[in-house]
């Protein structure tokens, strides 16, 4: 069970990867959390990450590397895991490919992955948002996380689509409805 959660800011992935994640065993990784902790601990990774979280841009590349290879190489994610909220630009995904192929010695299309996109309108996505209220929710950087979502994450639905690894859900519906689908729509990964 490997699965990555895509979607822009709001979809609701983290929710339902923390529900999927408790329900089926496996580690929820969310990177964006990975990152706030840092930033509260102040260590010198979350000192770099802060500007670029406050201001809506993604975390440069390499700094969300070996947090990921690190994190995929601890014991529990042996039996699998649901990453959130990476990748989120085509090098990353690249970097996955690798990473995965050094772990399990299988080619990147062969590992049963399965990524999901979770996609919502945006004008439903910046009300979520705003309710939400957490330090980068506010309207500027919400349209900006938007705007980048669209430019540097959306390309991976096609990444992963022509390797047939895709799954695209509807997340504009009640909560229980999406958690059920994605259940239907996932098992047996
Ligand atoms: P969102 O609700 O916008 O999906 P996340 O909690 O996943 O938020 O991430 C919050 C912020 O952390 C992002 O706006 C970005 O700055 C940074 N971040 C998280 N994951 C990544 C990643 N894979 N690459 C670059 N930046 C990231």
């Known amino acids: 069970m490997q699965f990555i959660f895509m979607g822009p800011p709001g979809a609701g992935k983290g929710t339902q990867a923390q529900i999927l994640a408790a329900s089926w065993k496996i580690p929820h990784i969310s990177t964006g959390d990975i990152l706030r902790a840092c930033v509260v601990a102040q260590t010198a990774l979350g000192q770099k990450a802060q500007a670029y ?70 004008d439903i996505l910046v009300a979520r948002l705003l309710s939400r209220g957490r330090k980068d929710d506010n309207e500027e950087t919400i349209r900006r996380r938007l705007q980048v979502y669209r430019e540097q994450t959306e390309p991976l639905i096609s990444f992963y689509g022509d390797r047939h690894q895709l799954v695209a859900v509807d997340g504009d519906r009640a909560m229980a409805e999406v958690t059920a689908h994605l259940q239907q729509e996932l098992a047996g990964s």
């Open 53 to 122: 979280m406050d201001k809506g841009e993604l975390v440069p590349d390499e700094l969300l590397m070996d947090i990921v290879a690190e994190r995929l190489k601890e014991p529990d994610a042996a039996a699998g895991w649901i990453l959130d909220g990476f990748p989120r630009t085509v090098p990353q995904a690249t970097f996955l490919d690798k990473l995965l192929h050094e772990l399990s010695g299988k080619g990147a299309a062969n590992t049963g992955l399965k990524a999901v996109n979770l996609d919502v309108p945006d």
